[in-house]
C-alpha cells in the first residue's frame, strides 16, 4: 500500500445561494494500492466527509463536490516529511504577508504553544 495526497475542491453552498461564494480546498491522505486506485477510493470518499447541517439561521450547509484536483504519491509519512509545497506569486506582495501574519496571529491566539519559535516576521 501507497500514501497518496489528495486535494479535493467543494463549494459551500448556504441556504438559497445569496451569499458571497465559498469554496473549500481539502488536503487529505489516502492509503491505496497505486494512482488509479487512489483516485477511485478519493471519489467513491467525496461524499462521504461532510454530511448537511442548519446553521444558526436555520439554513441548510452543504458542501458541493466540485472536483479532485491533484493526486500525489508521497513517502511513508515520517517526522517533518513533506507532503506538499505551494509556490505562491502574490500580485500584491503586501496583501499576501498580511495574510500569512493574520494566520500567524490566529494559531498564536488559539493553539497553547510550548515555544516562542513560531515568529515569522519581526515584531
Known amino acids: 500500500m501507497?500514501?497518496?495526497l489528495v486535494r479535493y475542491i467543494y463549494e459551500i453552498v448556504c441556504g438559497d445561494g445569496n451569499y458571497r461564494p465559498q469554496f473549500d480546498e481539502q488536503l487529505r491522505l489516502m492509503l491505496a494500492l497505486n494512482s488509479a486506485d487512489a483516485l477511485l477510493k478519493a471519489e467513491e470518499t467525496a461524499h462521504s466527509f461532510h454530511p448537511p447541517f442548519k446553521n444558526c439561521s436555520g439554513e441548510l450547509v452543504t458542501w458541493k463536490f466540485i472536483c479532485i484536483a491533484d493526486l500525489h504519491e508521497i513517502q511513508t509519512p515520517d517526522d517533518g516529511a513533506e507532503i506538499a509545497s505551494?509556490?505562491?506569486?502574490p500580485i500584491d506582495v503586501s496583501a499576501f504577508l498580511n495574510q500569512i501574519e493574520k494566520r500567524q496571529t490566529f494559531l498564536k491566539e488559539h493553539i497553547q504553544l510550548t515555544t516562542t519559535e513560531l515568529d515569522c516576521f519581526d515584531n
Not at 86 to 89: D, K, L
Request: overall charge neutral; hydrophobic content about 55%; cysteine-free.
Open 2 to 4: 501507497k500514501w497518496f
Open 86 to 89: 505551494i509556490m505562491h506569486e
